[in-house]
């Protein structure tokens, strides 16, 4: 089922089925939620002049990301990007994408997301294997520090071999933010008594979605970078992306 191999120069899992690459992603600790210092560096971006809406939505809703805390992460598997069209082709044979203008671009399911769900061998990551796997290590607003997130950022077709290697972060994970990708977890505001461990949190309703600042492209000066942070997250509404997540085979 899996083909150990290496892109772009880096160890991969592929999963051999599909063809879609993954990325082994250590196991470790971290800090996870939106914390004071990322908020200060939020209104630093607004002090100097770089926010061109409100950031006001933003701040009252922080609470939605906190209280930080320490969180303990197993080894695991994530694709190295969001399914693109062609990869959710392999189990949905007649997927139609009116958002992607190729195939090799992620694809956005809406009412056919459970139809992938259904059929998908792999699960949704949690939250947590989530942003562990978007901070790659950091503690910064994004991956690329604490400066206000650009367009440039954004990663939203994988036909570029170059273009995506340029994108990833130090785990070897390709556009982290850009798309609204779907988590295990049900959406719950704030991490009051959530586990320590990274495992989802379950219930009834609607489920958390991370990212999607390529959704909103071209940018309407909405200040949509706020949705490239790791740590930003809101509740599931209409389409989304799906990165699946495995567990690390044996050698």
């Known amino acids: ?50 926010v061109e809406d409100t950031i006001e939505p933003f701040l009252a809703n922080a609470g939605d990301a906190q209280p930080v805390r320490e969180v303990r992460v197993e080894p695991f598997l994530l694709a ?7 990869q959710v082709r392999h189990w949905l044979p007649e997927y139609e994408d ?8 992620t694809a956005r399911l809406g009412g ?7 059929l998908l061998p792999l699960q949704l990551p949690s939250e947590a294997q989530w942003e562990y796997a978007a901070r790659a290590g950091t503690t910064t607003l994004t991956f690329h520090g604490d400066g206000k997130p650009d367009e440039d950022q954004l990663l939203d077709d994988f036909a570029d071999e170059t273009r995506t290697a ?20 049900v959406w719950i505001p704030g991490f009051h008594d959530a586990p320590a ?11 958390t979605v991370r990212g999607g600042a390529g959704d909103l492209y071209p940018w309407q000066g909405c200040d949509e970078w706020l949705l490239l942070l790791s740590a930003t997250r809101y509740e599931h509404a209409d389409f989304t992306a799906v990165r699946p997540v495995g567990p690390v085979p044996p050698r």
């Open 1 to 50: 089922m899996w083909t150990e191999e290496f892109v772009t120069g880096h160890p991969a899992w592929r999963h051999t089925p599909s063809g879609v690459v993954f990325r082994e992603v250590p196991g470790g600790t971290f800090r996870m939620g939106l914390s004071e210092a990322e908020l200060d560096a939020v209104r630093a971006i607004e002090r100097s002049g770089e």
């Open 80 to 86: 190295r990007h969001p399914l693109t069209v062609a």
């Open 98 to 105: 009116d958002y992607a203008e190729a195939a090799t671009a």
């Open 112 to 118: 056919d997301l459970y139809d992938l769900l259904k």
């Open 166 to 185: 340029a994108g990833e972060n130090a785990f070897g994970l390709a556009a982290m933010g850009s798309a609204n990708e779907i988590c295990a977890d």
């Open 197 to 207: 461990d990274a495992r989802p949190r379950t219930g009834d309703g609607r489920r």
